[in-house]
């Protein structure tokens, strides 16, 4: 059982940055798939990013390209998204999940859920 804890979420002005973290527990895999999601109400949750944390891949949704980063402190059991250049269309509930999914972007190949953190972002 993989247990996820996301935090720092919060409302900005647009143009402005917030860094989530999502601290995770031990995970028996050697290699695992950390993402970070997002779901706006009446929306279907979305791929943000996601990095494989035993070669360090990393993915990205287009709309994110260039903005946001995500990375991992495998000493802290944590990963990172830094969120730069926030646009109204970011506000959504931002979600941590593991796994081992062939398609980064597949929410149903994910295992392991965290419980969310709201990100609003104002014009």
């Known amino acids: 059982q993989v247990q996820l804890v996301e935090s720092g979420g919060g409302s900005v002005q647009a143009g402005e940055s917030l860094t989530l973290s999502c601290v995770h527990s031990q995970y028996t895999y050697s290699r695992i798939c950390m993402g970070w999601f997002r779901q706006a109400p009446g929306k279907e949750r979305e791929g943000v990013a996601a990095?494989?944390?035993?070669?360090?891949?990393?993915y990205y949704a287009d709309s994110v390209k260039g903005r946001f980063t995500i990375s991992q402190d495998n000493a802290k059991n944590t990963v990172y998204l830094q969120m730069n250049s926030l646009k109204p269309e970011d506000t959504a509930m931002y979600y941590c999940?593991?796994?081992?999914?062939?398609?980064?972007?597949?929410?149903?190949?994910?295992?392991?859920w965290g419980q969310g953190t709201q990100v609003t972002v104002s014009s």
């Open positions: 990095i494989y944390t035993g070669g360090g891949r990393m």
């Open positions: 999940a593991a796994g081992r999914p062939i398609n980064w972007r597949s929410v149903d190949e994910y295992n392991y």
